[in-house]
């Protein structure tokens, strides 16, 4: 006679599957000898308690100064040795779902040189500790072995009279009339723009160090030889071209003398 046996299994079933979370780095560029820094950004749909991964830059081209938190890893405590990242709360926070960066990556560009920026060996977990699935995308550092450029735009939105506009001495923009704006101008991330009236001697100077790579818009504001509101110019970091055809990129700047805040 046959014995007939049965064996039972176990059929488990989730409300709904859990996207890979995207972990990716930020491009960057800067010129040699000078320091820069790049975003470790991450897309994800459910909240994360915690994160560790791995990455390393070429040491002769950049060495890493300092990794800090931003807002969406607010209260995580972040321990770096050996190229391992590992980041968690002591107090129950979490990231939140949504996009943007959860750390930023200082570094000091050594020698001119391009260096991929890759994560490797990510693990990930919900706010219960349970392992969650991933993916990540590189990033590109750039240091330049010249003088590093960025683009800048100045506007004139001082009601003064109408300037001159020197750049490192040389005179760059003459009869510059108030509500007026340049087109995109390339210039070294170091300089200094000097003001004079209109056919007169530079009054003031103003030296910028801005980023290499970087765009800005450079706006002059105040008042000439008024102490309440002096005359400015304020830098401001930008993206031009950020319009679409659907979208438009919009910047807002308080430019008024007489108005409050």
């Known amino acids: 006679p046959m014995n007939p046996s049965s064996t039972c299994g176990t059929l488990t079933v989730t409300e709904e ?40 830059i070429d040491p002769s081209i950049a060495d890493i100064v300092e ?8 209260g995580f405590t972040v321990s770096t ?8 709360s002591l107090t129950g926070d979490v990231v939140q779902p949504g996009t943007g960066a959860i750390l930023e990556v200082e570094y000091s560009a050594n020698t001119g040189g391009i260096a991929e920026v890759c994560l490797d060996d990510i693990v990930l977990s919900d ?41 490192d001495g040389a005179l760059a923009i003459e009869g510059f009339e108030y509500r007026a704006a340049t087109g995109l101008l390339t210039l070294p991330t170091a300089f200094t723009v000097g003001i004079a009236p209109a056919g007169g001697a530079v009054i003031a100077d103003f030296p910028f160090e801005l980023a290499d790579g970087g765009s800005y818009v450079v706006v002059a504001t105040g008042l000439l030889g008024d102490d309440i509101t002096p005359f400015d110019l ?6 031009f071209g950020s319009s679409g055809s659907d979208v438009v990129g919009l910047e807002v700047y308080h430019g008024s003398t007489d108005a409050p805040a």
């Open 127 to 167: 706010p219960f500790g349970n392992a969650m699935p991933s993916d990540s995308q590189c990033g590109e550092l750039n240091v330049s072995t010249g003088p590093g450029e960025c683009t800048v735009q100045v506007i004139h939105n001082s009601a003064s009279p109408t300037v001159d506009i020197y750049l």
């Open 17 to 56: 599957p859990v996207d890979a979370v995207v972990l990716s780095v930020g491009n960057s560029s800067t010129s040699e000898g000078t320091n820069g820094s790049f975003d470790i950004n991450m897309d994800n749909n459910d909240s994360i308690g915690g994160f560790q991964f791995t990455f390393t």
């Open 234 to 239: 304020a830098a401001t970091a930008t993206t």
């Open 81 to 88: 040795g050996n190229g391992i990242v590992v980041g968690f």
């Open 67 to 74: 990794i800090s938190t931003t807002d969406r890893t607010a």
